[in-house]
C-alpha cells in the first residue's frame, strides 16, 4: 500500500511548510499552519497503479507576425462595470471578485446576471453560502425576479461542472463564493488552501473549454486582501476589488489585474434602496457636499486608470496637549503622510512636531497616486495657518524628498475635468502648465514646497501657534 503523505500549508498566504510550526515564515501568521493530504497536483508525477506515463506530444509553434484578434467580450449593459472590465467579459475568462462581507458583492453580481440574461445569453448563479430563497429575496428586492436567470445552492464542485455541461453553454457563471466550494480530488475541509486551489481549477478548465466567463466570489482577511492562496490570483484572468465604507454610499469596483483590459481603472457605483447605482460623473458626486469656505480643504485633480476625478481632501491641524501628538489618516496612505510633513518641516520651516494632525479623503474614496502630495501639503498648510484654499483651484504634483514640485503624468486630462466642473485655477508643478495653455485656466506653477505655503499662507494670516510656521 502506497504511503499516504500530506503537507503543512498556510491557510492565510498558501505557503508549504515541512513540518507544523506556530509561525508562518513567508507572511508571519500566527496559529495558520494546518496539515493537508497532498493532493495528485503536489503528489509525485507517478500515473496511478504504477503504470507508466504517456510521453509528451510535440506541438506546433508561432512566431509574432500572426494576425492579432480581439477577445470576443459580452457587455453586461452595466457601464461601469464594462468600464472595469475593459468593456465586458471575456469569453472564457475567469474572474476573481473580492471585497468585505456586507459591502455589495452579492447585489453587483446579480444585476449583472440579471443584465445578461435579459441580452438572451444563459446566465447561472451558483450561491453556496446562502440557499436560493435567500438570493431569490435579494432579486425581488432589487426588481429582478423577472429575469431569466438560473439559480441554484451548490458546493460540490463535480455536481456543479456537470449540470453546467448540460443544454446550451451558459455565458456567465456566478460561484459565490470560492471559500465554500469543495471537490473530491483534493482532501481536505472547504476553505482550505488545498481546497481553494483544487475548486478553482476545475472550474478555470470548464471556462476555457466552454467559453463561459466566471466570476468567482473571494473572501477578504482583515486587513483588504483577497483571503486563500496567491496562486488563485494569479490562475484567472482578472482580479477585482469591490470597496467601500460602511458609512458612505459610494462603492468602488477596482481591476487590480485584467489580462484583457487596462489595470486600475475604477467603476463608480452609489448604494440605493434599489440596489447598486451607476455614477456617471462621480467628480460631481465626492464634490457635492463640499464647504469651500473653510480651511484645510483642497481639491485633488486625480486619475484613476483612465478616468480623471475631482476629490476633496480635507486636513485639521490643532495643537496637541500629548507628548507624542496624533496622526489620523483615513483614505490614504500614512507613510505618505508623515513624508509630506517631514519634507514642510525641513524644507518649507513648517512647524508641525507639537500639533496633532488629521488628514481624510472625503466620500470613502482611497488614493493610490503620489500625485495627491501637493494638494495634501496645501491642506495642512491651509488648515494650520487657518486661510481657506481658493474655491475653484484643483491642485495636483508629487512631493519629493528635496521638497521640488515634480511633474505628474496625464496632466491634460486632469485639467480638462476641473474646467468641466467650473473650476478657474490650478495649483501644479512647473512643466506641465502648457497642457492647460488653452482650457483658460489661471495655472500657478510652483517649483519648490516652500512655494505652497507662499502661495496658499502668504503671510495673509497668523497661524495658529505663533512658532508654527517659520521662514
Known sequence: MAKRTSTFACQACGAVHQRWQGKCDACGEWNSIAEEAATAATAAPVASGGARLRKGRVFALENLTGEAMDAPRIA???????????????????????????????TLLI????????????????????????????????????????????????????????????????????????????????GTVTQVRAAAQGLIRFAKSSGAAIILVGHVTKD???????????????????????????????????????????????????GLVEVPNPSALFLGARDATVSGTAVFAGMEGTRPLLIEIQALVTPSALGTPRRAVVGWDSSRLAMVLAVLEARAGVRLGQHDVYMNVAGGFRIMEPAADLAVAAALVSSL????????????????????????????????????????QALLPEGVQDAGAKLGLALHPLRQIADVVAKIAGGKAKPRSSASISG
Not at 475653484?392 to 486630462?413: C, I
Open 224 to 274: 483588504g486582501q483577497i483571503a486563500g492562496p496567491r496562486v488563485v490570483e494569479h490562475m484567472v484572468d482578472a482580479v477585482m476589488s469591490f470597496e467601500g465604507d460602511a458609512g458612505h454610499h459610494f462603492r468602488i469596483l477596482r481591476a487590480v489585474k485584467n489580462r484583457f483590459g487596462a489595470t486600475d481603472e475604477i467603476g463608480v457605483f452609489e448604494m440605493s434602496a434599489e
Open 385 to 424: 495657518a487657518d486661510v481657506p484654499i481658493p474655491a475653484q483651484m484643483a491642485l495636483f504634483g508629487e512631493v519629493s524628498l528635496s521638497g521640488l514640485v515634480r511633474p505628474v503624468p496625464q496632466a491634460a486630462a486632469r485639467l480638462k475635468e476641473a474646467v468641466k466642473l467650473g473650476f478657474t
Open 76 to 106: 453586461s449593459g452595466i457601464a461601469e462595470l464594462d468600464r472595469v472590465t475593459g468593456g465586458g467579459f471575456v469569453k472564457g475568462s475567469v474572474i476573481l471578485l473580492g471585497g468585505e462581507p456586507g459591502i455589495g458583492k452579492s
Open 111 to 190: 444585476q449583472a446576471a440579471a443584465a445578461v440574461a435579459r441580452r438572451n445569453f444563459r446566465a447561472i448563479y451558483i450561491s453556496g453560502e446562502e440557499s436560493a430563497g435567500q438570493v431569490r429575496l435579494r432579486a425581488q428586492r432589487l426588481g429582478l425576479e423577472s429575469a431569466p436567470v438560473e439559480l441554484a445552492a451548490e458546493t460540490s464542485v463535480e455536481d456543479i461542472l456537470t449540470t453546467l455541461g448540460q443544454g446550451a453553454p451558459p455565458r456567465l457563471v456566478i460561484i459565490d463564493s470560492i471559500q465554500t466550494m469543495w471537490t473530491e480530488a483534493a482532501e481536505a475541509a472547504p
